[in-house]
């Protein structure tokens, strides 16, 4: 529980915990299917049932400390499993799982450590436009076959892809952005480089499940999410908005508009936006 001005966020204490328990997969059914099960169901926990679950207290003084938290939370991820009993064999083991058991056995792909070696470019570009031709020129395969294999991680859950905002073709033709399904995972293949992109990354996991997700850009300038056209977000760790980027933010017409430029502001995409 984070205290500040006399607000806390407000979590069930046992909700990680009674979710590792639910979501284990039934005797005899894959690991797969009870991922399948927890991200269809949007059952990641967020950072403050994270420290809900963990008895951390902050007091307002000490509210820096939270950057320290999501560092630990970054790593762990937001699986329940993980958060109950967290360990980087876990996470290895369901990598491995769903990546050489469950898609390359269901497509048919042989070769275990290319689909590998693509999850790692792609974590490596979460929060990025994903470009299916520089991909296949690094790992030396058709076009045709990185777009194959990026379907096969979007089908699998674990990443999702977010359209640029437009018209119905711009939507199409326009490159996608990509996200992790769970930081714990982009922390596992790539380390801790460049915590910009999982503080984004994870504001998009809270956003997902408010309506259609957009990513806007227009004349070279790039701002993060659009929901349902009318609420525009941008994020910025430990930064702020300037130059182009600002006016832009300013200038675009939505109903609601967010800046997140720190863990603090977490506590208003909780009570605002996801809340």
Known sequence: MVGGGGRFFCVQAASCADRAHLEAPWPGESCFSGWYATCRQDNLAAFAEYLEFKKIHIAQK???LLDVYFLDYMREGGLPENIVYPTRDYLMNLADDIIQKDIAAYYGVRDHQLLRDYFTLLMERSGK???INKISH???ISPDTSRRYLSYFENAFLIYL????GKTNEQL???KKVYACDLGFKYLFIGERDKGSYFENYVYLQLRSKGPVYYYYQDGIELDFLINGDILVECKYNDELKGLQLQAFNDYPAGTKYFFGSVRDLEVLDERVTG
Do not use: E, F, M, T
Not at 162 to 165: A, K, L, N, Q
């Open 138 to 140: 690094i790992l030396k």
């Open 129 to 131: 436009q994903v470009s």
């Open 62 to 64: 000490d509210l820096q």
């Open 162 to 165: 977010v359209p640029r905002w």
């Open 173 to 175: 033709l326009a490159p």
